[in-house]
């Protein structure tokens, strides 16, 4: 089953990232961490970050308090999947073998990344993975 294409910009993930890494926030606590000593234009621009998040439905925002608490609605896990499958998507023609294939003969993986995927690839085949 395809899974739907979450088109989340970099200001957007940054946002996100604080969420995962955080919990819980409000809109000034975000604006803080990602606009140090930022004024009002970083926190209205924060806010529009929140909203469109929001409309993705990949942040939930808490009414109940004041001020407003955001919470990441998706997993960090979901992102990298969108984000890996719109760039096969785009180079690939959807295939995804060519770029994973492209990722490891670059020769970025360290030999416990590579004995990872080899664990991973084995789990897999024997079916001992879970979702």
């Known amino acids: 089953m395809a899974r739907k294409s979450l088109n989340i910009p970099d200001a957007e993930?940054?946002?996100?990232?604080?969420?995962?890494?955080?919990?819980?926030?409000?809109?000034?606590?975000?604006t803080d961490w990602l606009y140090p000593g930022g004024g009002a234009a970083q926190v209205a621009t924060v806010q529009k970050l929140l909203t469109r998040l929001e409309e993705k439905q990949c942040v939930k925002r808490n009414r109940n308090t004041w001020p407003h608490l955001f919470q990441a609605s998706v997993q960090r896990e979901d992102v990298i999947f969108?984000?890996?499958?719109?760039?096969?998507?785009?180079?690939?023609?959807?295939?995804?073998?060519?770029?994973?294939?492209?990722?490891?003969?670059?020769?970025?993986?360290s030999a416990k990344d590579r004995q990872s995927l080899r664990d991973l690839l084995d789990e897999l085949d024997s079916g001992r993975t879970k979702k």
């Open 82 to 109: 969108s984000e890996i499958q719109g760039a096969a998507d785009r180079l690939t023609e959807g295939a995804l073998h060519p770029l994973l294939t492209h990722l490891v003969k670059a020769g970025q993986l």
């Open 13 to 30: 993930l940054a946002v996100l990232q604080c969420l995962w890494d955080h919990g819980t926030a409000s809109a000034r606590e975000l």
